[in-house]
């Protein structure tokens, strides 16, 4: 019966469809496991063979869990939000609701084609009303909550407004903006609601604050640091500048040393911590205040906050550097200054965040005219402005220490401002300061002859003492801002009263978006809800009306941002848990049988965004009581990046004519992409088709090479932009969803970049082959009850051993090459024992599961393979019983016999004597003696 894997693969999935086959039970006897993929976003490209990789995984991961007898969710959604459904809604004037479900469709029907065992009856879609319902709750909770510093959480705004009530603000810890005033009982509630409602946005956990942004005008939105490469967008390739607007934040810096201790809990990779530790970026020190000297212009001191982690080297500051966008450099910069400051302005902020922190090589400043009071020796220090300093970072101010610091160094040589040195007898050129290590700092007034953890403790307290500074801990960890100015997006539950935000009560949510005309920004620079024309909430009937009948008494204006894409995937692994459950995010109950993730699979690309926002998300939910877990993910893996293979070919510079690979010949050429569906497996390119593909080239020339014309072949990252896609529907159609699966596995490390090759997988179609033949005698099913052989026994248990190992060590491609020697055994041995079989289709299923249920349904089973309990292995079998003996004549071996390992010497030498190919070697004569060692060798000497 030959191995028909379309029908097979097609009949076993409409069955577990049918059957629901893989759904889990939020009530079970078994202990649990909950392994999750991350967000899948919906692309109207559709899936590649590179991304099922870490799915498959996955899949393999959940399957073993099953027949090892845990209660499995191995849930699957989609991110469904997003700028590329909006682009391209702009693009073509479809809703973006229509193009995602159209995506989302597509996507489904590839995921199934593969086999995988999602439980789809929890399916959640980030886009959906019912969905975002909680996204919007979560937000309001935020807003309701203010952060503890003392009781290191986050508690409800009530209780601070109590503490205000009872006692003022000047006993409160809390996580805050740094421009409140101290305030009494009295004068709190002397204040009016406005004032009070002012003074609570500055401490809630989500608030709305003027913020630099990065701002991309061609898309008319903000972009997060990761969705600029190279300093334009990563959607579009827009230039992006960096802009201050008032947005809504949130506050996860007041997480960040739980963010950072919460790392050593966690089985991730030791790279993936690092990255989370460095972008939190704990760093102790102190905060240093200096007064800006007064110009007779103005009334009061303006003063600069610096924070350093050498508060030691204060003696040595030279100069002082501030990032163009802060605050002061407009109001501080003299006249005769401010034309070149403006410019520098201008031109700073066409460059990202990310580009001023990567280029460390140009030196770029410009000096403001200004100078402040050094804290101790009241002498003048030039303030300047570089791009190197960034207004989120830290204060948004460096004290510039030249004999401390390579880059003040090489800032104040460029630039040629005289340089303090602390250092006696040190040529500073030569770098040579290593405080750290204990040196003794000179010339540093109070602080000379201390060594370095005598001086920096000396200098806070004389910081604290003369009311100019204080020791501090600070993060680089950031607030991070939540508005997009998009269309597709989740609204906030907001609208606006006085200027002031009110939230939506819960009960009346979702808040759904509504329709517009057009997606993008309105002509007054507004976001794309403002073309909405409905969008105004009435506080009487508790509903969306039409802006007409705004009157800011009882119709107020609704926010016009939408939330980012990272606020629907900072929770959706609790959604998983209790999908339908209309009355809470997730029922306690759910959430303490499922607790958390404990296995996550995904791309590294995620390290400091989503994870860090789905961990700050946990951590606040768990404060507020609607958690039990205060981190989401246990244990979490990155899948390495399928590579394609692409195809190049060469046109010579400036004519229409195309060189053959072998036949360039230091000819001026430039590559150009190939599709690879034109090209064969030998690298011939198909001419006409490539034509009718690029017919800017339908009158091209070729030169060719004995006819054919032989491409060029380099391994990159698959893109739909490099048409080095393969499709994975091609690959099931061809040779089978299992083939695909093994294959893909088979490539390499889980965690590791590897090329895909087409031509290699038939490798493993061939021995999904053999696995079909040795249940099988020609056309006929044929599996005997017979006792299979210590040899097949050995084969099995050998393989459960390997493969057990493997998939708990997440080593799947050894497991394959593992299953294609068992089969290779089994053929030779012409095993067809159920004993060795069966185990083997359950062994083989987390794998290539439709093959398995087939084999599985064949061997008599009326239940899926899913519900059959995983081999167990049993050393007994891979215990060696034998020796197969070299028997040597005079020291040169002549033969072997296998014997068991019980006889001792007089029985082997029996044996083997009496063997007709002893006899024959003998030749009728007497043997002078006979060498046996127990276990090794015979050597029979004539």
Known sequence: MSYNFNEIEARWQKHWAENQTFKASNNSDKPKYYVLDMFPYPSGAGLHVGHPLGYIASDIYARFKRHKGFNVLHPQGYDSFGLPAEQYAIQTGQHPALTTERNINRYREQLDKIGFSFDWSREVRTSDPDYYKWTQWIFIQLFESWYDCEAEKSRPITELEEIFASEGNSRVNAASDDDIAKFSAEDWNAYNSEEKQAILLKYRLTYLAETEVNWCP?????????????????????????????QWSMRISAFSERLLQGLEE???????????????GKSVGAMVEFDVLNREDQETKDKIKVFTTRPDTIFGVTFMTLAPEHDLVKKITTPEHREEVEAYIEASAKRSERDRMADVKTISGVFTGAYAEHPFTKEPVPIWIGDYVLAGYGTGAVMAVPCGDQRDYDFAKHFDIHIRNIFEDVDISERAFDGKDGTVIANSDFLSGLEYKEALNKVILELEKSGKGYGKTNYRLRDAVFSRQRYWGEPFPVYYVKGLPQMIDSKHLPLRL????KYLPTETGEPPLGNATTWAWDTKENKVVSNSEIDDETVFPLELNTMPGWAGSSWYLFRYMD??????FVSKEAQKYWENVDLYIGGSEHATGHLLYSRFWTKFLYDRGYLSVEEPFKKLINQGMILGTSAFVYRLEGENVFVSKNQIKGNAVQPIHADVSLVNASDELDIEGFKKWRPEFADAKFITEDGKYIVGREVEKMSKSKYNVVNPDDICEDYGADTLRMYEMFLGPLDQAKPWNTAGITGVHS??????????????????????????LKTLHKTIKKVTEDIEDFSFNTSVSTFMICVNEL???KCNSREILEPLAVLVAPYAPHIAEELWSKLGHNESVTTAAYPQFEEKFLVESTKNYPISFNGKMRFTMELPLDMNKDEVEETVLADERTQKQLDGRAPKKVIVVPGKIVNIVG
């Open 514 to 517: 509504p329709e517009v005309e």
């Open 767 to 792: 021995f999904l082959k053999k696995l079909w033949k040795l249940y099988h005698n020609g056309e006929q099913f044929e599996v005997s009850d017979d006792k299979p052989s210590a040899d097949s």
């Open 218 to 246: 061609e898309l008319g939105t903000v972009l997060a640091n990761d969705e600029i490469v190279n300093g334009v967008s990563e959607r579009g390739g827009f230039p992006v500048v960096r802009k201050k607007m008032t």
């Open 266 to 280: 966690l089985d991730w990779t030791d790279s993936l911590k690092e990255s989370q530790r460095n972008w939190i």
């Open 579 to 584: 999908a339908g459950n209309s009355e809470e």
């Open 827 to 829: 053929s030779a041995q």
